[in-house]
């Protein structure tokens, strides 16, 4: 890679400079960079890395740092997914409980849940 091509900026990076220093240029001074913006400096940061994003976009490493962390931790962090109970009408169930003393339940379930069968035997056992 030669000189002239080593400080040459990518295409994208080139733009995303374009438009921070044209914002920059007719903005009210104290105004907050507004959400977009935020956004192109996230993917600019993790397609260039977030220091080269930061020094060419003109932006502090660690605010910047931040907003890609927590851009990518919502699809990562999530370890508990909750599903809802299924209603399967095609589920269909015969079973028959008996103890030692000769006393027996015959039932047969249809689109039952797998929680109603423990219920179910709790319920028996402890009748007797």
Known sequence: MGVSERGRLPVDLARGRSRFQAWRAR???????????WTLAV???KLHG??????VLGLDYY?????VQSAVEPATSSAFVELPPSMTLDKQCVFELADGAGATMRVQLVGYDVADLGTLSRSFWKAL
């Open 27 to 37: 903005r009210q001074p104290g105004s907050r960079i507004p959400q977009a913006f």
């Open 63 to 67: 605010s910047l740092q931040k907003r």
């Open 43 to 45: 993917g600019l940061a």
């Open 50 to 55: 977030v220091a080269r994003a930061a020094t």
